[in-house]
Structures are given as structure tokens and as C-alpha cells.
């Protein structure tokens, strides 16, 4: 199945496919091992950053070996490409989906550039994905409140989305409903689900939500039984990586081999990444 296909399976059996960052082998393997174990479909993606760390071939070529080797669909997803140039650089790689980030660009000039990116993927038989307004924040934890992150810019306006993607023949549109990238400490997300379902209905394609670290799982349910078939996260994946791994190498000080004692922090991320799966209700979908 497609990149497409599986997001028309989510659309219809109202569930949503975790898209799970990755920026080392470690947080792969996890996330795969995740998957496979409550059978369900995944989205690996890769930001400007983590793809120029691993390198995009890699990426690709590692999801592949990890469906051979698991049984499991493993799809690639280029998170928020900057450039016309970044967008190519993953399709010649063979990722499954291209995300074009345009929103901090006049609108004119992201539809354009979107256009461009939607005719080299469909070309190729891949999925695009466009966004119109910035969804802010930060892959990071931060002290300060989600709601004043939010409240920087003015949420999607439904009839301004459906004309977007008219525009740019997108198959999957960034909806900006009150998600912003990050953990915040100080105040919780909250998503606009009234808004969603008219952005839902105004455009016909499918959405995704961005910035799901730290949503509140009832919004996120909600979220999905209102149009979201795939739901990104990072923070939380970071985090758990950063955290555990401080840990086990404060038990461990005199270990130099760290292959022998990042198991502990492969699980940790696995137990994080199922519950998700869970949350998005994508297991057993295989």
C-alpha cells in the first residue's frame, strides 16, 4: 500500500498514523520496534536538521532494511523541507512523502513553490503535504505557556485553507488549531476542534497535526474522529531520549560500550511510541 492508501484507510476507519522524528539509529530502532510489536503502519520523518545529520539516503535505506527485516510498512516522510531544493533532495532519496514548509513565505511565493514540490512528487507517486499558516514553537521543552506560543498567530481560517490547497493540489494540509511545536510547562495546548471540523469539510483532503507533545489526550481522540489522520511528534521523543540516557549513564559510569547499555533507553522511547500508537488507534491495522 501507498503513502496514500494508508492515509485513506486512517480517513476511513477514523484513526491516525503516528509520524515519529528521528535524528539517530537509536530513536529508529525504537520507534520500529514500537510499531511492529502492536502491528501497526508508521511514519518515519526526518526535519532539515536530523536529515542532514543522518543523511537522507540513510534514512530511506534504513526504513527499508526495518520493513524487511519487521514486516511492518514503514513510511518516510521529509518533515517540514525549507526549499524547492530540500524537497527534491527527498524524492530522489525515495521518501513517500514531501513536506513542504512555505509558511513563513508570502502566500503567493508558498503557493507557487508548493506547486512546484506537489508536480515533482506526483510524478514520482508521492504524497505532499503543504502548510499555509506557521505553526510556532520549537522542538524543545519550554517554561512558558502554549497558549501565548498559539497566540502569535492567527489560527487557519477554513475558507483561506480550502483556497490553499485548491491552489496547490496538496494531498495532506498542516491545519494550525492551537498545536504548536514543544513541551510547554507552563500551560497545556488546546486545540480548536470546531475549527478543525470546518477546515475539515472546507478543503476535503487529509490533515495532519503537528506539534502533538503535550496535547491532552482527549483532544487528540477528538482530533482524529474530526478529520486528523496522521499526528507528528518529536518533544516527547527527545525527551525520553535525553532523559533516560542521562540516567543510565549516571548508573553506569565506569561503561564505555554504550550499545550495552542504551537498551535501556530503547525501551523507554518503545513504551513511549506504543502508548501513542495506542492514542492514535493504529494498532492491529496491519
Known amino acids: 500500500m501507498s503513502a496514500k492508501d494508508w492515509l ?3 480517513k476511513n476507519e477514523k484513526f491516525a498514523i503516528g509520524a515519529f522524528n528521528v535524528g539517530n539509529l537509536e530513536t529508529f530502532k525504537a520507534v ?5 510489536d502492536k502491528k501497526s503502519p508508521i511514519i518515519i520523518e526526518s526535519s532539515p536538521g536530523e536529515t542532514e ?3 537522507a539516503d540513510n534514512i530511506v535505506d534504513i526504513a527499508r532494511n526495518f520493513t524487511a527485516e519487521f514486516g511492518i510498512p514503514v513510511l518516510v516522510n521529509l518533515d517540514h523541507a525549507l526549499t524547492l531544493e530540500e524537497c527534491q533532495q527527498g524524492i530522489d532519496s525515495g ?4 513536506h513542504f514548509d512555505g509558511s513563513k513565505l508570502p502566500y503567493e511565493q508558498n503557493v507557487e513553490l508548493a506547486k512546484q514540490v506537489v508536480e515533482l512528487a506526483h510524478a514520482r507517486g508521492l504524497t505532499c503535504e503543504g502548510e499555509l499558516d506557521h505553526i510556532g514553537g520549537s522542538s524543545e521543552v519550554h517554561q512558558g505557556s502554549a497558549g501565548e506560543e498559539a497566540a502569535k498567530i492567527a489560527m487557519t481560517e477554513p475558507e483561506k485553507a480550502a483556497q490553499f490547497v485548491k491552489a496547490t493540489g496538496v494531498d495532506i494540509f498542516a491545519a494550525f488549531i492551537g498545536n504548536v511545536h514543544g513541551l510547554y510547562l507552563g500551560q497545556q495546548k488546546n486545540l480548536d476542534i470546531d475549527r478543525l471540523k470546518k477546515i475539515a469539510e472546507a478543503t476535503g483532503v487529509y490533515l495532519s497535526l503537528h506539534g502533538s507533545s503535550g496535547i491532552p489526550e482527549e483532544q487528540v481522540k477528538e482530533a482524529i474522529q474530526n478529520g486528523i489522520v496522521k499526528v507528528n511528534l518529536n518533544t516527547e521523543i527527545r525527551q525520553s531520549y535525553k532523559d533516560s540516557l542521562e540516567k543510565v549513564l549516571q548508573e553506569n559510569p565506569g561503561e564505555y560500550a554504550m550499545y550495552k547499555v542504551e537498551g535501556v533507553v530503547l525501551d ?3 513504551r513511549l511510541v506504543e502508548a501513542k500508537i495506542d492514542l492514535f488507534g493504529s494498532g492491529n491495522k496491519l
Open 53 to 55: 545529520w543522518m543523511g
Open 95 to 98: 521518501y513517500d512523502l514531501i
Open 8 to 10: 485513506q484507510k486512517a
Open 32 to 36: 520500529i520496534k514500537a510499531a511492529a
Open 268 to 270: 523507554e522511547i518503545q
